[in-house]
């Protein structure tokens, strides 16, 4: 198991830009998938991006795509989620996820997680 702790959330007006953080501990021995989701209030929670365990690939919702860019820093055990040109529709609690794969691939689907972050708030002012 390990420990996921997101940061970065917060206030900002639409066309603005957040990174959000996701710090892992304890067993980050293994190699992790890591994904990003989001919920808004009233709706399911919905994919954002994934990335495979050695950064090589990645994928992005199409509504954030060219907007969002996930990545990660191994050395760090860190990844992020980069947001440019936030809209209002943004705004949900973010929430990081992790599972352990070996394998060169990302996973979209939150049921492929067994590893949950608290969550950070981001909200888009229009």
């Known amino acids: 198991q390990v420990q996921l702790v997101e940061s970065g959330g917060g206030l900002v007006q639409a066309g603005g830009s957040l990174r959000l953080s996701c710090t892992a501990s304890g067993r980050t021995s293994t190699t992790y998938a890591m994904g990003w989701f989001r919920q808004a209030p009233g709706k399911e929670r919905e994919f954002v991006a994934a990335i495979s365990w050695d950064g090589s690939y990645a994928h992005h919702q199409d509504s954030v795509k060219g907007r969002f860019t996930i990545s990660r820093d191994n050395a760090k055990n860190t990844a992020y989620l980069q947001m440019n040109s936030l809209k209002p529709e943004d705004t949900a609690a973010y929430y990081c996820?992790?599972?352990?794969?070996?394998?060169?691939?990302?996973?979209?689907?939150?049921?492929?997680?067994?590893?949950w972050g608290q969550g950070t708030q981001v909200t888009v002012s229009s």
């Open positions: 996820a992790a599972r352990s794969s070996a394998a060169t691939y990302y996973y979209i689907r939150s049921s492929d997680y067994n590893n």
